[in-house]
């Protein structure tokens, strides 16, 4: 199993540029996540999803939109990028939505200029 | 909903030490606490985690403590190596099913 893969790696958007983050996982998992990791600020919650065509907000949704159309894929989608959407994005799923292991995918490094 | 907080932000340990990383939350419905460790440019991966009805957990080198009264838990690692360089990330899982993570604590072992 890939378990969660995220791609891209790296992207350098300029302010005002859209772009989706894509994130897929094949260990049927029902629970999707995705995060934004900025220095020295731990882990914010953008967006979940407890099954497809089933999303809701995190803590931090302005500037972020997403869709389920799958078990399988949870795109993050950037409307109008900010320099305040630097950071790391990270994407996880698990099982069930609480008390389990969320397992994360490699993380995508957006810097916006 | 929950707020944790983690402390300490960093941490220097010599090699064979013991490291102590405390968190607090607000939450009194949390019942589900991981840990997660997140080596320099990868992933986070748990490496232990407790439920509230559990008090402590062990798991080699490392351990866990749970203090529903005071909400607060703690990891430690003993006889620290240098593989225990990372940063470790504190969670709590409220009643909105949710993870909270704390800000983490970036531990050295010096060898």
């Known amino acids: 199993n890939a378990g969660v893969t995220q791609t891209p790696k790296f992207r350098i958007l300029k302010i005002g540029q859209s772009m989706t983050l894509q994130c897929t996982q094949d260990m049927n998992h029902n629970y999707m996540y995705w995060y934004r990791q900025d220095p020295g600020m731990g882990l914010k919650l953008i967006y979940y999803s407890v099954g497809a065509g089933i999303t809701d907000k995190g803590e931090v949704p302005n500037g972020y939109n997403v869709s389920r159309s799958t078990t399988e894929d949870f795109p993050l989608r950037l409307e109008l990028a900010a320099p305040s959407q630097t950071s790391v994005y990270f994407c996880?799923?698990?099982?069930?939505?609480?008390?389990?292991?969320?397992?994360f995918g490699p993380g995508t490094r957006l810097t916006v200029l | 909903g929950e707020n944790v907080e983690q402390h300490p932000s960093t941490l220097s340990v010599q090699e064979g030490d013991s490291a102590v990383i405390k968190c607090t939350y607000s939450?009194?419905?949390?019942?589900?606490f991981p840990w997660y460790k997140q080596e320099l440019g990868k992933r986070p991966q748990l490496i232990i985690d407790?439920?509230?009805?559990?008090g402590e957990k062990k798991d080699q080198r490392i351990a866990v403590t749970l203090n529903k009264t005071a909400k607060h838990f703690s990891l430690h690692i003993t006889e620290t190596q240098p593989e225990d360089s990372a940063v470790y990330f504190c969670?709590?899982?409220?009643?909105?099913?949710?993870?909270?993570f704390g800000a983490g604590t970036t531990v050295t072992v010096r060898a």
């Open positions: 996880a799923s698990s099982y069930r939505v609480a008390e389990a292991e969320q397992f």
């Open positions: 969670a709590a899982s409220g009643a909105d099913y949710k993870l909270s």
């Open positions: 939450d009194s419905a949390s019942n589900y």
């Open positions: 407790i439920r509230s009805n559990v």
